[in-house]
């Protein structure tokens, strides 16, 4: 029983439904859904709970129609609440060898107060980032103290505005009408959670005959760091996609979201300055289904794998895209991460305001970050689909923040923040162990349950660049 969601809040079926009419999928599918458990689960006044459930429910359901599409027969889905609110946090509950690998934060990272009295969230995990907020502040040193003080000579928007200037990722803590009335939150607005369009002409490519796998076959280009994109890839994977990760040598990257990420992937490394590298990419997208990316917007394009550069490459491909505002608006070229989206759309304040409390107050989870990925590899597989029955090539768009307006949209929970959150027990009982490149590994394993094909990582995490640069079988 929901206790505390309001009776105008649409109920987790209902939510999936819709997701699934606009994704234009076969209604008939939704019959072999069950979702069980109630909310909240996580303390939050916005229902992470449910989104994490129905995205990842959207991702399987998906997975199952693919498999009866190829020949495979109808398969009962099921995700459980508390199990969906777990995997949405599976960077925090990583083990590695008995000891805690879970996400951390840089030094200096979160939550300031300007001399105005207004907030900032500054992201510096990645070196270059927080490089370059000390620089904007005077060269300072690498200390909170240091940079609380620095912040206190600053109007929050002003420093906003230079941090964005110079390419770093900084935002300043907006009311929920705030965002809602400015240029990047009426472009938001308009986005929905997942964006599928037909960008290309070609023939139907029809699923092949069933395999063991609803996506055994399918080749997955996967250049995507941090938490949203490679959660989609590792997703395709459990499903039983041949996906690729390609990661620039040059270029940071966390060890912990590699663990939790890379299961189920092969990873190989490409420098994408070097004419040969450039021409290996280029190769392996000619033969891939879908080509993942989550770079800067832009960045990618500029080397030659824009959307309609890549489907006059290979037609029919899939190009799935993942930006931080959105492909509209002001912000569109703006680099951003989970923590900063939720901060400038009005959701951390408006958290702080149903708790009391005067400091804006984070979700209990990552969950723009999460629950874009899933519905970055719902939008692939619906693609995959459509494809089979159209033809064309496609191009999926989802953004945080486009993610960030879904969510708000989902209604909100009197009382949500009482929720007592995970036990213990519970967490124990979701995790898994394998062996991995970087050790014996406890990790979540996949919520969704699936009757006939059960998703799982064949193949360990594994650090970057351990692999060649070619597909498994070739």
Not at 11 to 36: F, G, N, Y
Not at 47 to 58: E, G, P
Not at 429 to 436: K, P, Q, R, T, Y
Request: net charge neutral; proline share 7%.
């Amino acid at each position: 029983m929901n206790r505390t969601t309001s009776s105008m809040n649409p109920s987790p079926s209902e939510i999936l439904a819709a997701l699934w009419r606009q994704a234009a999928l076969d209604p008939a599918a939704l019959a072999q859904l069950s979702l069980t458990g109630a909310e909240p689960v996580q303390p939050s006044s916005f229902r992470v709970d449910a989104a994490a459930q129905t995205s990842i429910a959207a991702t399987a359901l998906a997975a199952a129609l693919i498999h009866q599409r190829r020949g495979g027969g109808a398969q009962p889905v099921a995700v459980d609440m508390r199990d969906a609110a777990i995997e949405f946090r599976s960077e925090h509950w990583l083990s590695i060898a008995g000891q805690g690998a879970g996400a951390r934060w840089d030094a200096i990272a979160g939550l300031y107060q300007c001399g105005d009295g207004r907030w900032v969230r500054l992201h510096t995990n990645f070196p270059y980032h927080r490089d370059g907020v000390l620089r904007l502040l005077g060269h300072i040193a690498h200390d909170r103290a240091a940079v609380a003080k620095a912040l206190g000579t600053w109007r929050a928007a002003e420093f906003e505005a230079a941090a964005a200037e110079a390419g770093l990722v900084v935002t300043m803590t907006r009311s929920l009408a705030e965002w809602e009335t400015s240029p990047q939150g009426q472009a938001a607005s308009s986005l929905p959670p997942v964006l599928i369009e037909k960008i290309g002409d070609a023939p139907p490519i029809p699923l092949s005959p069933a395999a063991a796998r609803p996506l055994a076959g399918l080749r997955v280009l996967d250049l995507t760091r941090v938490i949203a994109g490679p959660v989609a890839g590792r997703t395709l994977a459990a499903h039983g996609a041949d996906v690729l990760h390609i990661s620039a040598p040059h270029l940071p990257s966390f060890d912990e979201l590699v663990m939790d990420t890379g299961r189920g992937k092969r990873t190989a490394a490409l420098d994408l300055r070097a004419p040969n590298d450039l021409a290996r990419l280029r190769d392996l997208a000619a033969r891939a289904d879908i080509f993942l990316q989550g770079y800067r917007p832009g960045a990618i394009a500029g080397h030659g794998f824009a959307p309609e550069a890549l489907s006059a490459l290979k037609p029919g491909i899939i190009c799935v895209s993942l930006s931080a505002y959105g492909h509209l608006g002001p912000w569109a070229a703006r680099r951003g991460f989970d923590s900063l989206v939720q901060n400038a759309n009005g959701m951390n304040d408006d958290e702080a305001l149903a708790a009391g409390e005067g400091k804006p107050r984070p979700l209990p989870c990552q969950a723009l970050d999460h629950a874009s990925g899933y519905l970055l590899a719902f939008g692939a597989m619906a693609a995959l689909l459509r494809r089979a029955e159209e033809g064309g090539s496609w191009l999926v768009r989802v953004s945080l923040a486009g993610t960030g307006e879904w969510i708000k949209r989902l209604g909100r929970l009197d009382g949500g923040l009482s929720a007592p959150g995970l036990a213990p027990d519970e967490i124990d009982a979701a995790l898994e162990e394998s062996d991995s490149g970087f050790g014996r590994m406890r990790a979540t394993r996949h919520a969704a349950r699936l009757g006939a094909t059960p998703p799982r990582w064949e193949l360990p995490a594994m650090p970057l660049g351990s692999h060649a640069p070619a597909w498994r079988d070739a």
